[in-house]
């Protein structure tokens, strides 16, 4: 069964580290989205893509948050310099454009210390 | 104001007992409906997915929605132990991008 692909799962890092992110989405899916999730909160979108460009990014932090997806397909989300306040779910979910669900992966757990 | 509302819970049940999971919303726009369960540590998984009004069933699920009233409902039947997890709702008004609510944690014991 097709799935997105998220890595790493975990990831703890110390503050003012950059940290990165990588997202493989199920094939012929051309929309891509990067949630957060804090623990107990619903996701919350950080950026969206369709096809390699981006289509929202007015909730991603610009100032250390950057995202691409080179070639419309896998995506890279990077922090630099993490903060304590980062610690949270990055999810990562995709669909085809035309309109259907969203599939999420596993999520990439990062622990700021 | 958010645009969709969910009590977070926690929602303990016996085993076999029916659950109600609800949301509302404020936005009429909104008309795609989904449900996902998150276990611990895990990605949200797709439940159920709606279309405007009215109700959908598969197995021991039950999507209700009422745009009337903005709101929204899931039915779990049978309940198990397995279904204990997060549950999000999750709405759309033209499925490019998704709102959720912040989740119900439910607790279903043996």
């Known amino acids: 069964e097709a799935e997105v692909a998220q890595s790493p799962r975990y990831k703890i890092t110390e503050k003012s580290q950059a940290v990165a992110f990588w997202c493989d989405p199920i094939s012929g899916h051309a929309t891509l989205y990067w949630y957060r999730q804090i623990l107990g909160q619903g996701p919350e979108l950080l950026v969206q893509f369709q096809d390699e460009s981006v289509v929202d990014d007015s909730q991603l932090p610009k100032d250390r948050f950057s995202a691409e997806r080179l070639k419309g397909v896998d995506s890279t989300l990077k922090i630099q310099p993490a903060e304590l306040g980062d610690s949270a779910m990055y999810l990562c979910?995709?669909?085809?454009?035309?309109?259907?669900?969203?599939?999420f992966g596993q999520g990439t757990r990062l622990t700021v210390v | 104001q958010k645009e969709v509302e969910q009590d977070p819970g926690p929602l303990s049940v016996p085993e076999g007992a029916i659950v109600s999971l609800n949301c509302t919303y404020s936005?009429?726009?909104?008309?795609?409906f989904m449900w996902y369960r998150q276990y611990s540590r895990k990605g949200p998984e797709l439940l159920m997915y709606?279309?405007?009004?009215g109700n959908k069933e598969d197995g021991r699920f039950t999507a209700q929605v009422d745009k009337s009233s903005k709101y929204i409902s899931l039915f779990i039947r049978d309940s198990q132990p397995s279904d204990s997890a997060t549950y999000l709702c999750a709405m759309s008004a033209d499925f490019n991008k998704f709102y959720f609510g912040s989740g119900t944690k439910l607790n279903v014991k043996p």
């Open positions: 979910a995709t669909h085809r454009s035309t309109g259907t669900e969203a599939f």
């Open positions: 936005n009429s726009a909104f008309q795609y």
């Open positions: 709606t279309y405007s009004s």
